[in-house]
Structure formats: structure tokens, C-alpha cells
């Protein structure tokens, strides 16, 4: 094996240790704050923020432009790199601001919620803030600082979630939520800034947004679409009143714990992904064994948890925030079978940018967001539960557009993938169905909640033992590996 392969092989693993430990720790304490929220407040209060969604989703990819990973694939970025897209980015954050101060009348209107108004210009302060943390963070990208970040994170949820929990109590409501966004923002970006050795001057050269934009402008309108497939739904549900505040608060709800699973991984993933596959984008066989490793270990962390959850949903939801928001349970179900498939696409989308691909994954991007609100727009007067199952086929379905693409870059073909997913996802499916046979006679909603999740995870366990796989013996190595090394 060459030094580099077991350089890069000892960075991957590295970062999704680390990816996965952080990720996994964010999301319970998203969790945990989560449920603290939900128990004060109703879908009545979180309709406005879930109202929001979108606009914040589509500043923030203005705002950020692709620059993070037009830097992480410069082969040689230096201090005039960093410090155009700083200066880019916090003047953009305050033009951006000021637009949608002007702009929230507007969104009120179409809402039919007066509240936006201050809300919205309330809330949109987060993006300023954030302008101030993307080259930092770029930073720490590209040199795979995942541990950095990983703690940064973990300090923004636990300061902001402390401080929206109490708004909350003090009868607050949607302001403390708002409140939470702006101080995970600040909190992040003022750890980013400790934690990277590059600073910003004073004497600023833009020269080099023009190559950087030249890879990055694709990504900026991808990711706009990808934020507005995201966060579609609650612009359909709330426009014109349509649907009700509490329609949408629960929309959001469900929509929010399936991102805190599937973000578990994909988090996880994303952290190494781009920047690895980058560096032996050169080497097509190389590529396409690290791309493969990378799937496979994904299928085997990402099926069991989503499916897990959606078997789950209706004990989770009653018995962490209350039979408040039982009808959010039902949508989550739904959603977390396309959640088991976010990571796997985050992978596509991924080797398709390392190998410089940007203009297929905007295209291909569009005509799936245009595809997937024509669909729902149609759909809007059958009922909530239609359209969410309409998306999460459609996405489905989307995934064998991205693997086309792949395809014609490193030669994955489709009995390839099929074997690398299918064994993890045939077997969760077969576990979950076993635990609920198993664990339906239980009628106390309390015992049954983590009986189902102590028997799922232990058959699911037994057969990975039963079947040898290599994902877990290799997860095991590396972690008594790395406890070896600390102890001696």
C-alpha cells in the first residue's frame, strides 16, 4: 500500500470518527432541546418559523456561494484566497439583510401572518452574522479540522438551545426560537474564528472570486435549489392560507427530527467526503474504491437508523412532546424512508463535484426542485400525506439520475451499487419488521419505546456478527486501535 493511501486512509477514518461522534452528539442535543421546546410550545408556534424556512435557506446559499468548496478543490489556495471570499461574503451578508428587512412586509402578505414582519427582520439578523464565519470555516474545511468543528458545533447547540429553552418558559414562543437561530450562528462562527490561524486584512485583492466563482457559481445555484426543495413544502402549505399555522408547524416538526437522523450521517459524511474524494480524483480506480467504501459504510450506519426511526415515529413523538403533535408522527414516517437516502445522494453529489462536475450537478438539481414543487402544487388539494409520499418516491426515483451521472465518470454501475446498499437495507427492513412482530403485543406506549429500539439494535447487531460484515469489523478495529494508541 502506498504512504499516501494510508495517509488518506488514516484522515478519512479519522474525520468520520470524529464526524460521527459529533454528529451524533449534535443531534441528541438537538433532540433534547427539541423536546424541551416541543413540551412548551404547539405547531401553532412553530407555523411562523416554518414559514421562515426558506428565505433563511436560500440567504444562506447566497451567502456562503460556493466558496467553501471552490477553496476545499483549489489545489493551492493562499491568503488573498481567503481573505476575497471574507470580504465578499460580509458584504453580501449586510446587502442580503437589508433586502429582506424591506422584503418582509411582502412575505407577511403572502403568509397572511402579520407577525412575520418583526419576526422575519428579527430572525434575518443571523445571516450578518454568519457572513463573518464562512472563510474561517472554509478554512477548517478544506484542512479536514473535523474535530474543530465538531466541537464548535456541539457548544453552539448547547449555548443557543439553553438560551431558546428559556425564552420559551418565559413565554416567548416563536422569539425564542428565532433567538436560538441567531445565537447558534454566532456561537459557531466565534469558535471557527478561534480555532483557524487565518485572519482577515484590510488591504483586499477580489482577483481571485473570479476563478474561485468560475467552479462556485454552479454550486450557489445548486444549493439555492436544493434549499428550496428542502424547505418547499412549508411556502406550499402556508401560502395563502391554505393549509393552517398548525399544518405547518407540524410539517416542520416531523421535517426537523428526520434532518436531526439523517443528519447523523450525512453530517458525518459530508465532513470527509468532498475534500477526499478531491484529492484522488486523478485516479479513477482509486476513486471509485474509496467512493465504494464510502456507501457501503454509510448503508450500514444510515438504513438501521432511519428505518429505526420510522418504526419508532408515534411512541417517539407521545412520549418526548406529547399527543400535541401526534399528527406529526405519521409524516415523519414517511419522510425518514427518503432520509435513509439523503447520505448516499450527499455521496453522489459529492465525487460529481470533486471531479469538477458542477454544471451536471446544477442541472440535474434544477430539473429535480422544478419537477418536485409542479408535483406538490398539483397535489395541494389531496392532503398533506399524498404530498409527502409523492416526494419522498420522487427523490427516490431521482437517485438513479445521479448514479447516471456518476456512472459516466468512474464506471459505478448499477450491480455495483445495488451490492454495496442493498444487503444493509434488506437486512434493516428485516430487523424492523422482526421488532415490531416481535414487541406488537406491548400496549405500554413507555415500555414499548425502548424496548423496540434494545430489540432492533440487537438483532441488527447479531446479524452484522452472523453475516461477518466488514463495515463493523472495521469500525471495531479502528476504534480499539485508536484506544490502544491513547493508552500507551
Known sequence: ???????????????????????????????FFGIFLANILGPDDYGPIGMLAIFSAIAGSLQESGFVAALANRKQVDHDDYNAVFWFNVISSL????????????????FREPVLVPLARYSF????????????????????????????????????????????????SYWGIATQGILYVLVRSLCYWWWSPWRPTWRVNFA??????AFSYRLLVTNLFLRINCNIFSVILGGNGYYTRADVGNYTKANEWNMMGSETVNGMVNGVAQPVLARVADDNERQLHVLRKMIRFTAFIAFPMMLGLSLVSRELIIVAITEKWIESATMLQILCIWGAFIPIQSLFTNLLI?????????????????????????????????????YVVLNLMWLFVWHHFVRREIELTLPMLLRDILPY???SAAVMVATYMLTQTVENIYILLPLRIAVAAAIYVCALLLFRSAELREAADYIITRKTKASQ
Do not use: H
Open 1 to 31: 500500500m502506498r504512504k499516501d493511501d494510508g495517509n488518506l486512509k488514516s484522515a478519512t477514518a479519522k474525520g468520520f470518527l470524529w464526524g460521527g461522534m459529533s454528529n451524533a452528539v449534535c443531534q441528541m442535543l438537538n433532540l
Open 425 to 427: 437495507f434488506a437486512l
Open 95 to 110: 446587502l442580503l439583510y437589508v433586502g429582506l428587512y424591506f422584503a418582509a412586509p411582502l412575505i407577511a402578505d403572502y
Open 208 to 213: 481571485p472570486l473570479r476563478y474561485l466563482f
Open 354 to 390: 470533486s471531479r469538477g462536475r458542477s454544471r451536471i450537478y446544477m442541472w440535474s438539481t434544477i430539473v429535480q426542485g422544478t419537477l418536485l414543487t409542479m408535483m406538490l402544487f398539483v397535489l395541494r388539494p389531496y392532503g398533506i400525506s399524498n404530498m409527502i409520499v409523492s
Open 125 to 172: 439578523i443571523g445571516f450578518v452574522v454568519a457572513g463573518f464565519g464562512i472563510a474561517p470555516s472554509a478554512y477548517l474545511f478544506r484542512e479536514l479540522k473535523v474535530k474543530q468543528k465538531s466541537i464548535a458545533l456541539m457548544l453552539s447547540i448547547i449555548v443557543s438551545g439553553s438560551v431558546g429553552v428559556a425564552m420559551a418558559m418565559s413565554g416567548y
